[in-house]
């Protein structure tokens, strides 16, 4: 089965500051990659996804790439803001929303210093 | 914004005893999914339905859980014989199967003791 790997496990910025998480995955069949931010006991909220069609998407200070040769996806968050603080997930998926589920990787706690 | 509802939010439970987790996933989705979250660790998938059947299991779905669509609008998780390891958040999802992404719900936090 799919198996995604997320580094750092811990990440601490300066306000401001740009941040970088990385994913690798190993199905080669996957093709949908999404990001999601967690705040303590809530839902994974969707951020941002890529499909592997794609190569980078940005909205607005988050932007993700992705590497289909290399198999990894990463994260770019510009200008944090102390409401970015949280953990984050990258995950991955066949299908984007069909019989197979995401596999998550071990999420990055995100820490943005004033 | 459709939403996916899960109930109840906080369930305890003894150890041994069975739960049920409620989802109602958005109306005219058509994959429905389970995973669950030990607290400070990762989302992990369980099983995934699709027309009244699962689509694909993951392995720590094993005989204690199973999950049933009872009507037209419910989709539960049954636990049977609850463990204290089976304490987690466990979260519902759905997805229309033609556009991608998934939506989860907010999730319901068992504590088994």
């Known amino acids: 089965g799919e198996n995604v790997e997320q580094h750092p496990s811990t990440l601490s910025v300066q306000e401001g500051d740009s941040a970088v998480i990385k994913c690798t995955y190993s199905d080669s069949a996957s093709n949908y990659f999404p990001w999601y931010k967690q705040e303590l006991g809530k839902r994974p909220q969707l951020i941002i996804d890529i499909r592997s069609n794609v190569g980078e998407k940005k909205d607005q200070r988050i932007a993700v790439t992705l590497n289909k040769t290399a198999k990894h996806f990463s994260l770019h968050i510009t200008e944090t803001q102390p409401e970015d603080s949280a953990v984050y997930f990258c995950a991955a998926s066949r299908s984007g929303g069909g019989a197979d589920g995401l596999t998550f990787g071990k999420g990055t706690h995100l820490i943005i210093q004033p | 914004e459709p939403e996916v509802t899960q109930t109840p939010s906080h369930q305890v439970t003894q150890m041994g005893q069975e739960v049920i987790l409620r989802c109602v996933p958005i109306s005219n989705h058509l994959y429905f999914y389970w995973y669950r979250q030990i607290l400070g660790q990762k989302v992990e998938f369980l099983v995934s339905?699709?027309?009244?059947?699962?689509?694909?299991k993951s392995e720590i779905f094993d005989d204690q859980f199973s999950v049933e669509r009872p009507d037209g609008s419910n989709f539960t998780l049954k636990i049977r014989s609850t463990k204290l390891e089976d304490s987690a958040m466990y979260f519902c999802?759905?997805?229309?199967?033609?556009?991608?992404?998934?939506?989860f719900g907010s999730g319901t936090r068992l504590t088994v003791v």
């Open positions: 999802a759905s997805s229309s199967g033609q556009v991608y992404g998934y939506t």
């Open positions: 339905f699709y027309n009244n059947e699962i689509s694909e």
